[in-house]
């Protein structure tokens, strides 16, 4: 899904993805149901430490109002992958960029 289109409230391989929707779509084609939205999802998670991320779970993050409003999927290698914001593609970004490095509001996982 790299490369496609932000779209807001977007939760469609074909016409885009907002954050949140895609994680949804991830996680449904691998064949488990997550909430829709961002705030969602981190209520509904495990919370795990920064240090515990593994491949596959969530990372949150807090860029407008409180709480968790932006959510991706970590990858390894302190990266990890979201649909970041309009007129952007969902792409490869790092915790190593100061911005995401601050903006890191936690992790969870739904892999029990």
């Not at 999802?41 to 407008?64: C, E």
């Not at 302190?78 to 593609?89: C, D, E, L, Q, V």
Request: proline residues 2%; aromatic residues 14%; positive net charge.
């Amino acid at each position: 899904m790299l490369g496609s289109a932000y779209t807001h409230a977007g939760q469609d391989k074909d016409s885009g993805f907002d954050c949140s929707g895609l994680t949804q779509v991830v996680y449904a084609d691998a064949g488990m149901k997550i909430p829709r939205t961002a705030k969602e999802q981190y209520a509904k998670s495990r919370r795990i430490s920064r240090r515990h991320i593994g491949n596959g779970d969530l990372v949150f993050f807090s860029i407008s109002g409180r709480g968790a409003t932006h959510v991706g999927i970590y990858i390894g290698g302190n990266k990890f992958i979201h649909a970041p914001s309009s007129g952007r593609t969902v792409q490869v970004s790092s915790f190593d960029d100061e911005y995401w490095s601050r903006a890191f509001y936690g992790a969870g996982t739904y892999f029990f």
